[in-house]
């Protein structure tokens, strides 16, 4: 099960204790995943399509919650792609139908049935409690969350350009920083930055899975950490090696031209342990002589070796 299903099944399972945010829920439910069927002049059904059984479950307990009537709820087999059930949802009473569409706002008037609303009425997020119920809402009915080992993306797909716009406006309203893009013929509510999506599934409920995120998030931050380390102490013993292979050479063109007697004794000293110590660092160099000399010390020398090997050179 993917981290985005399992993050859907643990919010479905969440008990609404007041009385106020199911609506809410319910009206982030209708915009992003509701269906109306019309079938003769007055005939009207609300209808909801899942593949996901926990996220039926939800959206028939909500309706039932709220209307106390009977909910219908049908299952078919996709026959095409993975074959996997087909969840649908609908009220078979065309008054209850057209109550919940009132009541969330979908529809104000009869004539609004091929024009619904789409912007979110403000009456059902007064509070801050049924604004984290219409986001939660919102991510049940088309919201999905990238599994955080692989990268950091959370969205909701919605094909409203004012329902768009007025869930990303809930959602900054909470400090966030969600922004929206084309895709296709769909407009997509998305967070991408790690610290956010933690905020985001905080806000929802999604107590489980942002412990889990956090957990992988934290993980990756260690192993990239030490990815860095590794790179730059790779990068440091290439450019000690490079730089103990230069002197080698620099002190071998002394030795095979003007000898090393014919220098000064503290560099000759110097130019006698990197023969022998080609592998050392200047400040493990540094301290087998006596007396000791830093590491400034023996880089300094070192390169007064390298100046007089080009003086070689160039003569």
Do not use: W
Not at 65 to 81: G, H, P, S, T
Not at 174 to 192: A, D, H, M, T
Not at 244 to 273: H, Y
């Amino acid at each position: 099960m993917s981290f985005s299903a399992k993050t859907k099944n643990e919010l479905s399972r969440i008990v609404l204790e007041k009385d106020c945010c199911p609506m809410a829920e319910l009206a982030a439910l209708v915009r992003m995943n509701g269906t109306i069927q019309i079938s003769g002049l007055k005939n009207v059904n609300l209808k909801f399509t899942t593949e996901n059984a926990a996220i039926a479950r939800r959206i028939f307990t909500l309706l039932k919650d709220i209307y106390k009537e009977d909910i219908e709820v049908m299952v078919r087999r996709n026959k095409q792609l993975k074959k996997n059930n087909n969840y649908l949802i609908y009220i078979n009473n065309k008054d209850i139908s057209k109550k919940a569409l009132r009541d969330v706002a979908f529809i104000t008037k009869e004539n609004n049935l091929f024009n619904p609303n789409y912007k979110i009425p403000k009456r059902l997020i007064r509070k801050r409690c049924c604004k984290r119920s219409y986001i939660r809402g919102a991510f049940l009915g088309g919201g999905s969350i990238t599994n955080p080992e692989k990268t950091y993306h959370l969205e909701f797909v919605t094909g409203s350009e004012d329902h768009s716009n007025d869930l990303m406006d809930l959602i900054n309203s909470f400090g966030l920083n969600s922004k929206i893009v084309l895709r296709k013929e769909y407009r997509v509510v998305y967070i991408k930055e790690s610290e956010q999506i933690s905020d985001l599934l905080n806000i929802i409920g999604a107590h489980q899975s942002l412990l889990k995120f956090e957990d992988i998030r934290v993980l990756k931050d260690v192993r990239n950490n030490i990815n860095r380390l590794v790179n730059c102490e790779t990068a440091n013993l290439g450019k000690t090696i490079n730089a103990s292979m230069r002197q080698v050479e620099s002190i071998k063109k002394i030795m095979n031209t003007i000898g090393l007697s014919s220098i000064p004794d503290n560099l000759r000293e110097v130019a006698e342990l990197r023969l022998e110590f080609r592998d050392s660092t200047l400040k493990e160099l540094g301290s087998m002589l006596d007396p000791p000399v830093t590491k400034s010390g023996v880089n300094h020398r070192l390169r007064k070796l390298e100046k007089i090997a080009e003086e070689i050179g160039g003569n």
